[in-house]
């Protein structure tokens, strides 16, 4: 019977692309078109990972301020208008990323990106970045009508991949990634230096990394241990 290729899937943002730089500018535009001061760099970079929407609410929460959903929505849309037109400004892969990627397919691997930003954006970030051709499928909050952690959307995508749930892995930096990895009853590892409130060694991965470079013995190690 012919090798069953394992599929790695990824998450993006703060995973495979440090994006905080394009995202937080944008929400200090909105922010600022609203009369809303903006929120300190620090403090809002664990906010990113559950969509504009979201990061725009936490933002609120964090100075008090409260709008109706009317002004909300009016928010979001100008979030996203605003970031699909700079979103490749000054986002960039983290360090070892590409490197990564290459021995991973040259191992045999099928790469995927598995986000819960909208697809769209994912796919104008990923070929603003020349990267989309690295991945066999790339799948958003959108995509199948249902947002991580559920796990149909990471199912789905190993799927779309022509993979099999018993031979892949998902890589992430937050709670969410690691819970639908849980879900869908395959390994989790997790990156140190990616957006989470609750820090990435206490998440509960199978293996946590520190750079990239580190990815492909910990995807060995994971499979190993699924496969024994």
């Given at each position: 019977m012919p090798q069953v290729r394992p599929v790695i899937a990824f998450d993006l943002d703060g995973t495979l692309v440090d994006t905080a730089p394009d995202l937080?500018?944008?929400?200090?535009?909105?922010?600022?078109?609203?009369?809303?001061a903006p929120v300190d760099r620090d403090e809002a970079r664990p906010m990113i990972g559950?969509?504009?929407?979201?990061?725009?609410?936490?933002?609120?929460r964090r100075v008090g301020v409260e709008v109706d959903a009317a002004e909300l929505d009016r928010m979001n849309r100008q979030f996203l208008d605003h970031y699909a037109?700079?979103?490749?400004?000054?986002?960039?892969?983290?360090?070892?990323?590409?490197?990564?990627l290459d021995r991973l397919e040259a191992r045999g691997a099928i790469l995927a990106v598995c986000t819960n930003k909208l697809e769209y954006l994912?796919?104008?970030?990923?070929?603003?970045?020349?990267?989309?051709?690295?991945?066999?499928?790339?799948?958003?909050?959108?995509?199948?009508?249902?947002?991580?952690?559920?796990?149909?959307?990471?199912?789905?995508?190993?799927?779309?991949?022509?993979?099999?749930?018993?031979h892949a892995v998902m890589v992430g930096d937050s709670a969410t990634d690691v819970a639908t990895a849980r879900a869908a009853r395959i390994p989790a590892v997790a990156v140190s230096f990616g957006y989470t409130e609750t820090p990435a060694a206490e998440l509960g991965a199978d293996r946590l990394i520190h750079h990239f470079a580190e990815l492909e013995c910990a995807v060995d190690d994971v499979?190993?241990?699924t496969a024994a």
């Amino acid at each position: 019977m012919p090798q069953v290729r394992p599929v790695i899937a990824f998450d993006l943002d703060g995973t495979l692309v440090d994006t905080a730089p394009d995202l937080l500018a944008t929400l200090d535009v909105v922010l600022s078109a609203h009369g809303v001061a903006p929120v300190d760099r620090d403090e809002a970079r664990p906010m990113i990972g559950g969509g504009a929407r979201l990061l725009i609410v936490r933002a609120l929460r964090r100075v008090g301020v409260e709008v109706d959903a009317a002004e909300l929505d009016r928010m979001n849309r100008q979030f996203l208008d605003h970031y699909a037109a700079h979103i490749a400004d000054t986002s960039r892969p983290f360090p070892g990323v590409l490197d990564a990627l290459d021995r991973l397919e040259a191992r045999g691997a099928i790469l995927a990106v598995c986000t819960n930003k909208l697809e769209y954006l994912a796919r104008l970030l990923l070929d603003g970045l020349g990267l989309s051709p690295r991945f066999a499928a790339i799948t958003g909050a959108d995509t199948f009508g249902i947002s991580k952690p559920d796990p149909l959307p990471l199912l789905s995508t190993i799927s779309a991949c022509g993979g099999v749930p018993g031979h892949a892995v998902m890589v992430g930096d937050s709670a969410t990634d690691v819970a639908t990895a849980r879900a869908a009853r395959i390994p989790a590892v997790a990156v140190s230096f990616g957006y989470t409130e609750t820090p990435a060694a206490e998440l509960g991965a199978d293996r946590l990394i520190h750079h990239f470079a580190e990815l492909e013995c910990a995807v060995d190690d994971v499979l190993r241990s699924t496969a024994a």
